[in-house]
């Protein structure tokens, strides 16, 4: 497949509405697609919002620890209580094994979680897809919105759909054994494709209401934060890089409300954290995008507070393990493929991701995202330019 045939895709997602600005798409039939703590989460905020919500899995095991539940319980910020599952009356969350039974005919279809599972259920939407659908992937990283274009555009759809990708969710998720514990975060961006689509982008605000809609998603990629925080936090300690943590008399510990994600960040994991986001910062102008945040502003929105109501849990060893291995491959990789394209150099970049890759073993630069994999010349900046436009943009 060559550019010219994904251009003519995107440019078959242009919408053809003029002035005055469409009013935001009513989405009532909601499927979302994955049985995680984040998709439990979505499903939830959509179904108090008044939609009819499936949640599909393909693991038996994930659908049957929410039935012996007895459903997803929320706690902490956010629309709190036990959501129930498969009744017979009333509100609902449906739950499904089946992927084709649980898309016909939703107005919104949500995919979340780990990047390689995005990948996973893109492919298995592919000839599922509908005309007038829209497609949200939460959270995108960076070119996440383009990179699901591309693959459901190589599997042959060809159905009217616009797809949306935010930078995060609305709450920070702490899971203990059934039940979700829930913090509140600072807004993240979110753009739509085509750009033109903003129908749908507000659409999706009436659930997630503290997202900061971009140009386009171009623009919503390079404002991803998340390997800022997370790879210097969760893969740097010891004497040599000591936390922020207070400094406590010996034997005592500490509050459990100041056991939080940003305390794990000392001042040498800032320094890392901001040469990363200077390297993206230069790299995405190279691309047009200048309107990025400070790496203090980033890190408010990726790390959370030291403490308080917007203070980020820390992770477990395995959702650690997943959080790196997702920023490497959906956020760093990314990265480096536009910055060879646009010819900067960015060695806290590729030392991060080379640590991520000796820690967690071999296949993470090689699962990567690459701009080259787009149809973009590595060669010439303004032609991948020029591309990125085309494909963000929805424009010829």
């Not at 693991?59 to 929320?74: D, M, N, P, Q, V």
């Not at 009744?87 to 949500?110: F, M, N, T, Y």
């Not at 797809?163 to 969710?169: A, F, H, I, P, Y």
């Amino acid at each position: 497949m060559d550019t010219d045939d994904f251009r003519a895709f995107v440019d078959a997602l242009e919408s053809t509405a003029s002035a005055p600005e469409p009013a935001p798409t009513e989405f009532e039939r909601v499927s979302v697609l994955g049985a995680g703590p984040e998709s439990r989460l979505l499903a939830c905020l959509f179904l108090a919002e008044g939609a009819e919500v499936v949640l599909y899995s393909p693991y038996s095991s994930e659908l049957a620890a929410i039935r012996k539940a007895g459903g997803i319980t929320l706690r902490g910020a956010g629309p709190v209580g036990t959501f129930q599952i498969d009744r017979d009356a009333g509100p609902c969350v449906r739950l499904s094994s089946e992927i084709d039974a649980s898309v016909e005919g939703a107005d919104l279809i949500v995919i979340a979680g780990p990047v390689l599972r995005q990948r996973a259920a893109a492919f298995a939407l592919t000839q599922l897809l509908e005309d007038g659908q829209v497609l949200a992937i939460v959270p995108g990283r960076t070119f996440g919105a383009l990179e699901i274009a591309w693959m459901i555009r190589s599997g042959g759809c060809r159905s009217d759909i616009a797809l949306v990708e935010t930078q995060g969710l609305p709450y920070w998720i702490a899971e203990s054994g059934n039940i979700l514990n829930l913090k509140g975060r600072r807004p993240v961006a979110a753009a739509v494709l085509p750009a033109s689509r903003t129908d749908a982008l507000r659409g999706l605000m009436r659930f997630l209401p503290d997202l900061v809609p971009c140009q386009n998603v171009a623009q919503s990629s390079f404002a991803d934060g998340s390997a800022i925080a997370e790879v210097p936090a969760l893969l740097i300690g010891g004497p040599a890089a000591p936390s922020g943590a207070l400094n406590l008399p010996a034997g005592a510990e500490p509050l459990p409300e100041r056991n939080t994600f940003r305390a794990l960040l000392g001042s040498r994991h800032n320094a890392l954290a901001s040469a990363l986001a200077e390297e993206r910062r230069r790299v995405a102008a190279r691309w047009g995008v200048r309107e990025l945040p400070d790496c203090e502003s980033w890190l408010d929105a990726y790390a959370g507070d030291p403490a308080g109501d917007l203070s980020r849990p820390v992770p477990g060893p395995e959702d650690a393990d997943i959080l790196v291995r997702c920023a490497v491959v959906g956020s760093l990789m990314p990265l480096l493929s536009a910055a060879r394209i646009a010819g900067v150099k960015t060695p806290a970049t590729m030392s991060a991701a080379t640590l991520a890759e000796a820690s967690l073993g071999g296949g993470l630069a090689a699962a990567g995202r690459r701009l080259q994999s787009l149809g973009m010349d590595d060669r010439d900046i303004d032609d991948a330019r020029r591309v990125m436009d085309a494909l963000s943009k929805g424009l010829n």
